[in-house]
């Protein structure tokens, strides 16, 4: 009887140590000791929250924004004819009847000033311009020409830009109808020789007579 008293008193001290080593030792003692990290996590969490307020925002992007537009260098002198017709030489006929070929004055949208071209001999009549260009580079040829006798798609009108260096093929935009209203035309291409070429503006292609008026007369690199 007394061992069974003893047994059963022994079970009642194991169960209470266990008892207490579970809910008292271990959540204050144990974790005690293990504290000191969360406290450390904390204060770093703290620290970061301070660092991301002390970053400087970053800066947003409108991706509808216009990329700006960079104009390329027109690589003749005056296309504009501000300066009149001080940069520019007579071709062909025009040195015959120089009196065909004059500076005037117009109302343009990004011009103010051109060429006037009186053709009715039906000849080759113009102005050019000597630039100087590399072969394998790639150049746009441009200009804004007008007619000042109709507006007739049925009738020819006989205007045209030129760019002649040989041995290569020559290069040329032609407005081919009349039409009175400013009208602007551009050729790409690569060009082929090295050297001086010649840049023309003339009436008189096809052999037609009519009187055209030139402006914004451009040659510009591309790459």
Do not use: C
Not at 25 to 45: C, E, F, T
């Amino acid at each position: 009887m007394k061992t069974k008293i003893i047994i059963i008193a022994v079970v009642i001290m194991v169960i209470t140590v266990l008892f207490g080593w579970r809910y008292y030792y271990l959540p204050n003692v144990v974790m005690a000791g293990r504290s000191p990290v969360l406290q450390d996590n904390k204060m770093n969490l703290r620290a970061a929250k301070k660092e991301i307020k002390m970053v400087n925002p970053v800066p947003i992007i409108n991706m509808r924004t216009k990329a700006k537009v960079v104009e390329k260098e027109n690589l003749l002198k005056d296309g504009q004819f501000k300066n009149e017709l001080e940069n520019w030489e007579l071709w062909q006929s025009a040195k015959t009847f120089p009196d065909s070929v004059k500076f005037i004055n117009v109302i343009g949208k990004n011009f103010r000033n051109a060429v006037r071209i009186e053709n009715p001999m039906k000849k080759l009549v113009g102005i050019q311009q000597r630039v100087k260009v590399k072969s394998n580079v790639v150049y746009r040829l441009s200009g804004t020409v007008r007619s000042i006798a109709t507006n007739n798609n049925d009738i020819i009108f006989g205007g045209r830009i030129g760019f002649w260096l040989p041995p290569q093929k020559e290069k040329q935009i032609v407005w081919m109808s009349e039409h009175n209203k400013w009208w602007e035309k551009e050729l790409i291409f690569t060009n082929q020789v090295t050297g001086m070429a010649t840049v023309y503006v003339h009436m008189g292609y096809g052999g037609v007579g009519s009187t055209g008026e030139f402006t914004n007369i451009s040659l510009e690199k591309i790459k």
